[in-house]
């Protein structure tokens, strides 16, 4: 049974193991982008005041967390993950109503949540380092992860608890604190993690949650000398203005961004199944995945068969509130992405090469109209240089681009500024193989779409998608520690490396 929140509801600022409001006193209103009659809440339109007194609180903290032993802190995320089980539904449709992805995703959402406290609190008891031989007699080396301090959190409205997991947990159990800035407009998923971490027992100030707009908050967080690390989701453009505002403290500064990925179907390949897989990655959470599929370069073999049943399905899929459950596709997450998803299917309109081949339009019969709902979107024989193929959407927008060979698949496939997920549709192994050698993006499928990721693994991608770093998987350690090289001299005597010579053990 869903149980409807009340209207104006006020979510407050958890600073310091508190729920407190902004200092200005000001608050925003969110409301469900599948119907915006309804109010999903208030929240407090923070800023540096209470970004310095979220980091006072995380600076604090530190000091004791750190030194909480890895498996004990690990053990809180254990607990908060059954209690996530124990919410998911409430959770999911909480979700749903204020980001607008369909239930089956917003489950997924969670499940990812609950799936990364399994899997990070499990390397609690590992954190592994290196043990290694000294070059020098009476001497021993290991290498040891230490915590890098206080950590800025900044992350998107696609995965409004998945992502803020990714993130949080991980730094958790390398001993780090965190303050965390979530989507302006989706931060009713990150408050009910960060409740949930409360409730198992996360010592204050260990993670502050502070709401509010980039410029106001995000900001002066990413600013903030105390913060030590910085990490990101979002687009290329604000992920820039955050890389250069952390570089002269030269603090760590991970970044993922865009896609533009791109879904390959061979002439040999299951037609059906890449079907399915390209109307998953291209229309599943409303194209608004980084990993969306939002290209398909399909032999000209099979480009025909394809495009019949591709615009077939696209037709077919039933777009509302995500809330019903035989709803497969929501609305845009707010009104500028709808109005983007929209601009730019009026720039591949324009484009003399691309046809327009289902879809185009906004929906606005009946209820939709509260809406900001737009209509799958197929454009056929797309140049590969068109905006619509090189520029990421983040929309049910979706180009075919036809191609002659697997070479030519994947020049076209590469030849795009990001690089964060390719997939292939083929039944030759020797064409996977290859094509898995040539995509240079950080994610790879055979015979499945451009998108589900799985926690375990790292999570990221190449060029303009991130800079270098990985997060989910024991990537994620990386991330969120740093080496600490550790030799001890138990011969007695001044021992100097690279200069002793070994005389033998006479
Ligand atoms: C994203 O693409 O924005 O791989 C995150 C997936 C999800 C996470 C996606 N597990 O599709």
Redesign the pocket.
Known sequence: MSKEQPAFTTYQNYINGEWVSSRSGEVYENFNPADTRQSIGRFQDSTSEDINLAVAAAKEAFEKWRLVPAPRRAEILFKAAQIIVDRKEEYAREMTREMGKVLKETR?DVQ?AIDMAYFIGGEGRRLYGQTTPAELPNKFAMSVRQPVGLCGLIT?W??PM??PSWKIMPALVCGNTCVIKPAESTPVSAINLVKVLHEAGLPKGVVNLVTGDGPKAGEPLVKHKNVRLISF?GSVEVGRIVSQAAAPDFKHCHMEMG?KNVIIVLDDANIDLAVEGAVWGGFGTTG?????ASRVVLHKKVYKEFLEKFVARARALRVGNGLDESVEMGPSANESQMNTVLRYIEIGKNEDKATLLTGGERLTEGDLKYGYFTQPTIFGDVDPNMRVAQEEIFGPVVSLIPCDSLEQAVEIGNNVQYG??AAIYTQDVNKAFAAMRDMYTG?FYVNSST?????HLP?GGTKNTGNGHREAGTAALDLFSEWKSVYVDYSGKLQKAQIDEWKGTE
């Open positions: 997924g990812e998107p696609n995965f998945a992502i989701t896609g608004q995945r980084c990993t969306a964060l997920s994610i998108i589900g990721a799985e926690v999570f």
